[in-house]
């Protein structure tokens, strides 16, 4: 989940933001979530449905891409990998 700072003073939702990510962080929450087949992480809920998920070794932005600035550069700018991909042919 993404916390962006500016957007929250912009619009003045920093308290519902807190209450939002603690909802959905809460174990309960993170149970329904499991339910639906979502990966979630909270350690208890992690454990009760170990048997569904394997574990997963997940990679940083920097061995898939180089970092975050070079990943913008060449997959997300203006033309990049994602415009050639999305492209109709």
Same mark, same amino acid.
């Given at each position: 989940?993404?916390?962006? +700072?500016?957007?929250?003073?912009?619009?003045?939702?920093?308290? !519902?933001?807190?209450?939002?990510?603690?909802? !959905?962080?809460?174990? +309960?929450?993170?149970? !329904? %979530?499991?339910?639906?087949?979502?990966r979630v992480h909270?350690?208890?809920?992690?454990?009760?449905?170990? +048997?569904?998920?394997?574990?997963?070794?997940?990679?940083s932005i920097d061995?898939?891409?180089?970092?975050?600035?070079?990943?913008?550069?060449?997959?997300?700018?203006?033309?990049?990998? %994602?415009?050639? !991909?999305?492209?109709?042919?």
């Amino acid at each position: 989940m993404t916390w962006i +700072d500016d957007y929250i003073e912009q619009n003045g939702t920093e308290e !519902l933001a807190k209450e939002y990510l603690t909802h !959905l962080y809460a174990e +309960d929450s993170q149970r !329904l %979530l499991a339910g639906f087949n979502y990966r979630v992480h909270n350690e208890t809920v992690q454990q009760e449905t170990s +048997d569904r998920f394997r574990e997963l070794k997940l990679k940083s932005i920097d061995e898939i891409a180089g970092g975050w600035e070079k990943a913008m550069a060449e997959h997300f700018a203006s033309g990049g990998k %994602l415009d050639q !991909l999305q492209r109709r042919r």
